[in-house]
């Protein structure tokens, strides 16, 4: 498989820097939608110690470009990203663009979560149902997700890569020391499977600018998974 998570540095546009964010984990998720045929792939990057934010990748035809969440200052900053191939290894260069506010999607705020344990061998299995709220008795959708035994809690690592859209007051967590391998999510009439394809250990910091690029709002793929093909 291609190895193309390599960052070497963050280039920004001014010389005065701020906040800083570390990040120790990084994570490739594969999706198959098959009522469309569509695919995708969520690549992220997280600090384990913190998951009150995290950077995801996305990239289309034209350019790549990174977002990095801060749920905690309620911002998004956007980056164009670069990259290159320097002896076989791909590197990434970030570009700071500018920030603007993180708003959650008010349509998902009342919705309920249930697990219910499937099967407790190795790997385990469990089920995630997905309710409108907490009266309704019909799932919106189901998964099936298959957990692979970590060091410590990592199931916000799939929150925040598949399920970041899901902004409710429910807290969509399942207790122990596992991370999401695979999940089955079913719908009425299609399928989508979920695969965590690759998983490593990372050292990358991003610092950013005191003076920040701050814009009202940004249309762009909060909400929704973001596209990464290679």
Do not use: W
């Not at 998902?108 to 061998?121: A, D, G, K, M, T």
């Not at 394809?197 to 929704?224: D, F, H, R, W």
């Amino acid at each position: 498989m291609k190895k193309f998570y390599f960052l070497m540095f963050l280039l920004v546009s001014v010389f005065n820097f701020g906040q800083t964010y570390d990040f120790d984990f990084l994570t490739k998720y594969k999706a198959h939608n098959s009522k469309n045929n569509y695919n995708f792939d969520s690549v992220n990057y997280f600090n384990t110690e913190d998951f009150s934010y995290y950077l995801k990748l996305s990239k289309d035809e034209k350019f790549l470009s990174a977002f990095l969440f801060d749920e905690k200052r309620k911002f998004v900053h956007y980056f164009k990203v670069t990259e290159s191939n320097i002896k076989h290894e791909i590197q990434f260069e970030f570009l700071y663009e500018y920030s603007y506010p993180f708003i959650a999607e008010h349509r998902f705020e009342n919705y309920h979560f249930e697990f219910s344990s499937i099967s407790e061998s190795s790997p385990k299995e469990i089920t995630l149902k997905v309710f409108k709220s907490k009266k309704a008795r019909k799932p919106v959708f189901e998964q099936t997700l298959t957990l692979q035994t970590a060091n410590i809690n990592l199931f916000e690592i799939y929150r925040k890569s598949i399920l970041s859209y899901l902004h409710t007051a429910d807290e969509i967590s399942f207790p122990g020391n596992y991370i999401v391998k695979k999940v089955v999510e079913k719908h009425k009439d299609y399928i989508c499977e979920i695969e965590l394809v690759e998983y490593k250990n990372v050292e990358l910091e991003i610092v950013l600018p005191e003076k920040l690029n701050l814009k009202n709002s940004y249309q762009a793929v909060n909400g929704t998974s973001l596209k990464f093909n290679h």
